[in-house]
């Protein structure tokens, strides 16, 4: 795979985990300083690193939330959370990976992540897309 296909792939996956709202904000922000990391993101990290046939996405964003629980990038971890749920991860799920995080990355970035996770399914429990209907996080 070249790296235009590469691209195009992993904005194919960016798309179906992250959702095209905020997809779309991320390209619409780019500018000249961010173009070649989101190019980098797209092409590696979701192109290269999530198009491999050795883990399901379930999978790959339950390693995710826990990578960003235990480093504590709680700035990323809402996002990721999101994309859990959107990859069949049920928020019974998340909590069972974050109680996890706290024995072996601690309990403070397991507290932190908590808090993070717990704001995140608010609110995509509020969202009007999820009234009516039986989300995840619910």
């Known amino acids: 795979m070249d790296d235009t296909e590469r691209h ?3 904005m194919a996956v960016r798309r179906a985990v992250l959702g095209d709202t905020w997809v779309d904000r991320a390209t619409a922000t780019s500018n000249e300083f961010t173009a070649d990391f989101q190019d980098f993101i797209t092409r590696y990290g979701w192109g290269e690193i999530w198009c491999r046939p050795g883990l399901d996405r379930r999978t790959r964003s ?3 939330v826990a990578l960003l629980a235990g480093l504590g990038r709680s700035e990323e971890l809402p996002l990721h959370v999101r994309g859990a749920l ?3 991860l049920t928020a019974e ?3 069972e990976v974050l109680l996890h995080v706290a ?3 601690g309990v403070p970035a397991a507290n932190t992540a908590f808090a993070v996770a717990r704001r995140t399914l608010d609110e995509i429990a509020a969202e009007p897309s999820a009234a009516g209907t039986q989300h995840p996080a619910t």
Do not use: F, H, Q, R
């Open 93 to 95: 799920e998340v909590k």
């Open 103 to 105: 024995v072996y990355a």
């Open 86 to 88: 959107n990859n069949g």
């Open 8 to 10: 195009k792939a992993g």
């Open 62 to 64: 339950l390693i995710t």
